[in-house]
């Protein structure tokens, strides 16, 4: 990987303040050795903030979610980009998968997210990825270039300079089932090539990183992939010592 690496845990709704604490104590000890890559954790939303004043040693705080509104105002449990960066959120987790199969997120809002975030200053993770019945439909391209065509579009290219990209292919996510290499590096390559269509420059440069069972164990291969810069991290981000490994592969890939 030639670009700078990201490891970003995606805590989902996970965690409580006792737990948080001494999850962060463990990260952030290890933060010195995480000198060469972009270590980001996503916590639920009511605790970005505490979770943010133990943020230390460089370790970045990112929301899971926001609203795809363009101002604040009478939207009952919604949550404006503009507070996620006043509360010391630098990266906002734009289309998960499971925000768009519980939550009914379409490619249209995903792209209106993705706007907004970066309105609002955020960086956005923009997750992308097919399902099981999509893959072996022989559909994974097609969907992939679905997803990401639809914030092109919407966005521009030029927009990507500032943005990371995340392939997670939904089979993967809490199965324990890996992509291997070699699914992977080519949803990847496809995903940047799709990129290069519209600038080369800013395709060299985007990050694309890889989630879905990502583990200490199998990270070191992944993240040594040409166009794998990185990972978000599920269920082993909420483990110090499995998160603080998988942040260890990255920055010696
Ligand atoms: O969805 C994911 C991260 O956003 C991946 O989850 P797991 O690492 O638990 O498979």
Known sequence: MSRRAMVAGNWKMNGSLAGNASLLEGLVAAMPGHDRIDVVVCPPACYLESVGALCDGGLLLGAQNLADQGKPGAFTGELFGGMLKDVGCSHVIVGHSERRALYGETDEVVAAKFRLAQDN?????????????????????????????????????????????????????????????????????????????????????????????????????????????????????????????????????
């Open 121 to 253: 200053g955020l960086i956005p993770v923009l997750c992308l990825g097919e399902s099981l019945d999509e893959r072996e439909g022989g559909q994974t391209e097609t969907i992939l270039a679905r997803q990401l065509n639809a914030v092109i579009d919407h966005v521009g290219i030029a927009a990507f300079e500032t943005a990371v990209i995340a392939y997670e292919p939904v089979w993967a996510i809490g199965t324990g089932k890996t992509a291997s290499p070699e699914q992977a590096q080519s949803a990847h390559a496809f995903l940047r090539a799709q990129l290069a269509g519209r600038d080369a420059r800013i395709a060299a440069l985007v990050r694309i990183l890889y989630g879905g069972s990502v583990k200490p164990d199998n990270a070191n291969e992944l993240f040594g992939l040409e166009d794998v810069d990185g990972g978000l991290i599920g269920g082993a981000s909420l483990k110090a010592a499995d998160f603080n490994a998988i942040c260890a592969a990255a920055q010696s890939a």
